[in-house]
C-alpha cells in the first residue's frame, strides 16, 4: 500500500513536471515569436553570436519577463493533476488552465509591449533597437529594467487572476456530474480530498 501511494505520487509528479516544462518552453517560444516584432532590425541570435551584450541582456530580460508572467498560469495548471482525479476531470481542469495560461501569455505580451513603447516615448529622440545593435549597454540596462519592473508588477496582478475562479476541482467534478450524467471521479475527488 505505501509503495503504491509512493508509486502514484512520483507518477503524478513527473506528470505535472513535465507538462509544466512542455507549457513553459512553448508559452516562452511563443513569447519570444511576439517579441521578435520590438526589435524588428535585429538578429538576435546573430548579434548574440558576435557577443553583443546589449542584445544579450535585452533578450534575458524578455525571457525573464515572460516567466515571471506565465508563472501562475504554469503553476494552476499543474494543480489540476491530481492522484484522486479522474482522467475526464484532469481533462476539464487542462482546458480551464489552458485558457487561464493563454491569457497569462496574452498579458505578459501586451504588458511588455507597453512597457517598451512608454520606454520609446520618453526616449523619442533615442532610436533603441539601434543602440541595442551598436551594443550599447546602458539602454539595454534600462529595458531590462523597465521590462522587469512592469513584469514583477503585473505578475502580482496575474496571481490574483489565476485565484480568481479558482476552480473547487471536487465540486466541478460533482457539478459536471449532475449536469451531463457523466463519471467525472466526484466520488473518488471527494474521498481524497477529505484524506488530505
Given at each position: 500500500m505505501v509503495y503504491e501511494t509512493l508509486l502514484t505520487a512520483l507518477v503524478f509528479g513527473i506528470g505535472k513536471l513535465l507538462s509544466s516544462v512542455l507549457l513553459a518552453v512553448g508559452a516562452i517560444y511563443i513569447?519570444?515569436?511576439?517579441?521578435?516584432?520590438?526589435?524588428?532590425?535585429?538578429?538576435?541570435?546573430?548579434?548574440?553570436?558576435?557577443?553583443?551584450?546589449?542584445?544579450?541582456?535585452?533578450?534575458?530580460?524578455?525571457?525573464?519577463?515572460?516567466?515571471?508572467?506565465?508563472?501562475?498560469?504554469?503553476?494552476?495548471?499543474?494543480?489540476?493533476?491530481?492522484?484522486?482525479?479522474?482522467?475526464?476531470l484532469m481533462a476539464v481542469l487542462a482546458l480551464i488552465n489552458i485558457t487561464k495560461l493563454a491569457f497569462s501569455l496574452m498579458v505578459a505580451i501586451i504588458a511588455v509591449f507597453c512597457a517598451f513603447s512608454l520606454l520609446d516615448y520618453l526616449t523619442r529622440n533615442m532610436d533603441e533597437t539601434h543602440e541595442l545593435k551598436k551594443g550599447n549597454v546602458a539602454i539595454a540596462l534600462l529595458i531590462a529594467g523597465?521590462?522587469?519592473?512592469?513584469?514583477?508588477?503585473?505578475?502580482?496582478?496575474?496571481?490574483?487572476?489565476?485565484?480568481?475562479?479558482?476552480?473547487?476541482?471536487?465540486?466541478?467534478a460533482a457539478s459536471l456530474e449532475s449536469s451531463t450524467g457523466g463519471d467525472f471521479g466526484a466520488a473518488t475527488c471527494t474521498s481524497s480530498a477529505s484524506a488530505k
Open positions: 513569447g519570444l515569436k511576439a517579441f521578435d516584432k520590438l526589435t524588428a532590425g535585429i538578429d538576435e541570435l546573430s548579434e548574440i553570436r558576435k557577443g553583443n551584450a546589449a542584445v544579450g541582456i535585452f533578450f534575458f530580460s524578455i525571457l525573464l519577463s515572460i516567466a515571471v508572467l506565465i508563472r501562475p498560469g504554469v503553476a494552476e495548471f499543474a494543480s489540476g493533476i491530481e492522484p484522486g482525479y479522474s482522467l475526464s523597465l521590462m522587469l519592473s512592469v513584469s514583477f508588477i503585473v505578475e502580482a496582478g496575474m496571481q490574483t487572476m489565476a485565484g480568481i475562479g479558482a476552480t473547487d476541482s471536487c465540486a466541478l
